[in-house]
Structure formats: C-alpha cells, structure tokens
C-alpha cells in the first residue's frame, strides 16, 4: 500500500496538464504516486502524459462519470493510506505535501484537510505575465492595480469552507463573490466545515467509511455533502495553510455557466435533505424556497434568461430526488445533529447583501 496517491481527475484538459502536471510530479514526495483518471476523454491528454510524464500512472475511465464518479471509481482502483484529490488547473508548491501529511499523521481524528487556495491569476499578474486579474467572473482592471497588494484568494475554497444556516457555503478569504487578498489573516490551522475538491487530502479508510462522494451529484457541492458526512461520524475536517497551491478555477464549466447553476443549486438542495433533520429540514427549506425564486428573479433582472431556468429546474429535480435519498436518511437519521462545526448559525445573505459584509473577519462568528 501507498502512503499518498495524488490523484487527478482529466476530461479533455490537455492544456491544463501541459501547464500544472510537471509542478505536481515535480513537488511530490518520494512517499506518494501521481495518477491520472482519465474520464474518457476525446482529445491527445493520454498520449502526452505517457510521453511526457512517464512516472504518472494512468487510470483509463469508459466515459465521463464526473467529478463524484469518476473519483469514486478511481479510488476503487487505488490502495493508499491517503488520497489526495487535485484538480487538474491546480499549480502545487515546493513541499505542498508535507505539512498535510504530517497533520493528518498527528490528528487521527482528523478526516480530511485542506491547503491554503490562493488564486493562479493573481500570481501570474505579479510574475508581470497577465494585466489583469481574474477572480471569479469578471477582472480587476488596470486603474485597480494599485488597490491589489498581496496575491488572492480563489473562490473555489480559499483557506477553508463554511456553510450558512440555510446551506449557502462561504470561506475564510471568500464571501459570496468578494474574494479577499491574502495578507497571512488566516494562516492559522482551523477546523472548517468543508475542504475543497480542488485540493482535498483525506484519508482512505474514512473516505469509504462515510461512502465516498455522492454519484448522484455528477458534479459540484459533492465535496461539502462529503465533509459533511464525515463530520457526523465524528471525524474532523481542517485547513492547514502552511501548504499553499495556486488554483485556476472553472477551468471546465464557466461560473456564469447555466449548468452549473443547475448543479449546484440542486445539488445544495439535495445535500440538506440528506443531512439535515427532519424538523431543521422542514424549517430550512421554507426559507431556502423563497431564496431560490429570490435567486432567479435577480437572473431574469439580468437578462440571464438561461440561469433563472436553471433554477427552476433545480428545484424541480431535487424535489423528484428527494424519494431516493429514503434509505439514506433512514441509515443515517440517529447520526443528524445541528451541532457540526463550521455550520454557523445566520443567513449569509442577509450578512453580505443587506448589511454589507465582504469579508470573513466581519461576520458573526464565535
């Protein structure tokens, strides 16, 4: 058995591999194995790892499964003690691995944990390569520049995720939208609620313990139903922001896309079904309901006709899914709490639209 398989899961990213394969193969440890799950991909990606990256092993996927899928299935095929699960628009660091594994070797209690996310576009501004910089969907221009002082934060996890009452997830470095410079204001080791998949390290025995990712998500939110899970078996989940990777982002569906819309906010909606109990449930989704048709009047205000049907049919899907996730809820109903950390008791919405709070050091956390 393997300590560490790095894992990476590729369809049709041949140009993300060219550029960010080299540094994870380059900044692994003697300890680990790099792989590459492909999901059937169409395009030279095979070809050029086995060209280029000989030392990579290839796990060769009959068609796209997906993010939750696919990393199940490759998982299945592979025996380590723990998985790192690395997007493939993920730039690692000198010695990105270490401080992960030492973590997760002192802390048994700990599940899964999580590098310090910074944005890739951001870096490349200050190398003098780009002359703007991307975070989210649109760029700070030139005559911001002088605003921007330290590299950012990326969206997609940041220095460690949250989630809100009614499900809306959040991060230290990430509010919403508003991704904040990083400044060493979170460099501390925190337990969080959820790790990204962008670059989540978790240990093998807990992963299946909890049932791996939910294949039924396909994509998006899967990690945060994942983390949630493991928490209610007690495991803890942590950002150990020592290790810092630079992430890309949306790298295979833009954020303004409406299937991503779609997927992720029925698979919210999936995950506090499965999660919640009964009664918070019930409370939640009243709430939650009128956030979503909130959600997709701002879509159609904006022209954004595609997205707002994206909601609706969101909402409409979840609700036909509900009947399946039964036995789940069933198994798992004595181990449903409110208590899990990181869950925080307010609505982000109410803390970023109405009172104006862009950064994670301002909302009301104890």
Same mark, same amino acid.
């Given at each position: 058995? $393997? +300590?560490?398989?790095?894992?990476?899961?590729?369809?049709?990213?041949?140009?993300? &591999?060219?550029?960010?394969?080299? !540094?994870?193969?380059?900044? !692994?440890?003697?300890?680990?194995?790099?792989?590459? =799950? #492909?999901?059937?991909?169409?395009? $030279?990606?095979? +070809?050029?790892?086995?060209?280029?990256? %000989?030392?990579?092993?290839? &796990?060769?996927? *009959?068609?796209?499964?997906?993010?939750?899928?696919?990393?199940?299935?490759?998982?299945?095929?592979?025996?380590?003690? @723990?998985?790192?699960?690395?997007?493939?628009?993920? /730039?690692?660091? =000198?010695?990105?691995? #270490?401080?992960?594994?030492?973590?997760?070797?002192?802390?048994? /209690?700990?599940?899964?944990?999580?590098?310090?996310?910074?944005?890739?576009? !951001?870096?490349?501004?200050?190398?003098? /390569?780009? !002359?703007?910089?991307?975070?989210?969907?649109? +760029?700070?221009?030139?005559?911001?520049?002088? @605003?921007?002082?330290?590299?950012?934060?990326?969206?997609?996890?940041?220095?460690?995720?949250?989630?809100?009452?009614?499900?809306?997830?959040?991060?230290?470095?990430?509010?919403?939208?508003?991704?904040?410079?990083?400044?060493?204001?979170? #460099?501390?080791?925190?337990?969080?609620?959820?790790?990204?998949?962008?670059?989540?390290?978790?240990?093998?025995?807990?992963?299946?313990? =909890?049932?791996?990712?939910?294949?039924?998500?396909?994509?998006?939110?899967?990690?945060?139903?994942?983390?949630?899970?493991?928490? &209610?078996?007690?495991?803890?989940?942590?950002?150990?922001?020592? *290790?810092?990777?630079?992430?890309?982002?949306?790298?295979?569906?833009?954020?303004? *896309?409406?299937?991503?819309?779609?997927?992720?906010?029925?698979?919210?909606?999936?995950? &506090?079904?499965?999660?919640?109990? $009964?009664?918070?449930?019930?409370?939640?989704?009243?709430?939650? $309901?009128?956030?979503?048709?909130?959600?997709?009047?701002?879509?159609?205000?904006?022209?954004?006709? *595609?997205?707002?049907?994206?909601?609706?049919?969101?909402?409409?899907?979840?609700?036909?899914? @509900? %009947?399946?996730?039964?036995?789940?809820? /069933?198994?798992?109903?004595?181990?449903?709490?409110?208590?899990?950390?990181?869950?925080?008791?307010?609505?982000?919405?109410?803390?970023?639209?109405?009172?104006?709070?862009?950064?994670?050091?301002?909302?009301?956390?104890?």
């Amino acid at each position: 058995m $393997d +300590k560490i398989a790095v894992i990476i899961l590729n369809w049709n990213g041949l140009a993300m &591999l060219q550029r960010f394969l080299p !540094s994870v193969v380059e900044h !692994s440890t003697e300890k680990s194995v790099v792989y590459v =799950a #492909d999901n059937g991909s169409t395009d $030279d990606s095979l +070809k050029w790892i086995r060209e280029n990256c %000989p030392t990579v092993r290839i &796990l060769e996927l *009959s068609r796209n499964y997906g993010f939750a899928a696919g990393y199940n299935n490759a998982l299945h095929r592979v025996e380590a003690e @723990y998985a790192v699960l690395l997007n493939s628009d993920v /730039e690692v660091t =000198a010695g990105w691995l #270490d401080p992960l594994i030492r973590y997760m070797d002192e802390h048994p /209690e700990t599940a899964a944990c999580q590098p310090k996310i910074r944005s890739w576009q !951001s870096r490349e501004y200050y190398r003098g /390569e780009l !002359s703007n910089v991307s975070t989210k969907k649109k +760029k700070y221009p030139r005559k911001k520049m002088k @605003y921007l002082t330290s590299e950012m934060f990326e969206y997609a996890g940041a220095a460690g995720g949250f989630l809100d009452r009614y499900g809306y997830p959040y991060c230290r470095g990430r509010i919403m939208q508003c991704t904040e410079a990083d400044t060493g204001q979170y #460099d501390t080791i925190m337990p969080v609620f959820w790790a990204t998949g962008a670059a989540m390290c978790v240990r093998m025995q807990a992963y299946w313990e =909890a049932g791996g990712l939910d294949w039924r998500f396909f994509a998006h939110m899967e990690e945060i139903d994942l983390c949630w899970r493991l928490q &209610l078996l007690n495991y803890r989940i942590v950002c150990v922001p020592e *290790s810092v990777v630079y992430h890309v982002g949306a790298a295979t569906l833009r954020r303004e *896309s409406p299937q991503k819309t779609f997927l992720n906010f029925r698979n919210n909606r999936l995950m &506090l079904f499965k999660n919640l109990p $009964d009664a918070e449930w019930r409370r939640v989704k009243r709430v939650r $309901d009128r956030l979503d048709l909130l959600a997709s009047l701002t879509f159609l205000l904006k022209g954004r006709w *595609s997205n707002a049907r994206a909601v609706w049919r969101a909402m409409r899907e979840a609700k036909q899914l @509900y %009947p399946r996730y039964a036995e789940h809820r /069933e198994i798992w109903k004595s181990r449903m709490h409110n208590s899990v950390i990181g869950c925080m008791p307010f609505c982000l919405v109410i803390q970023y639209y109405v009172l104006g709070k862009r950064r994670f050091d301002r909302l009301p956390i104890k």
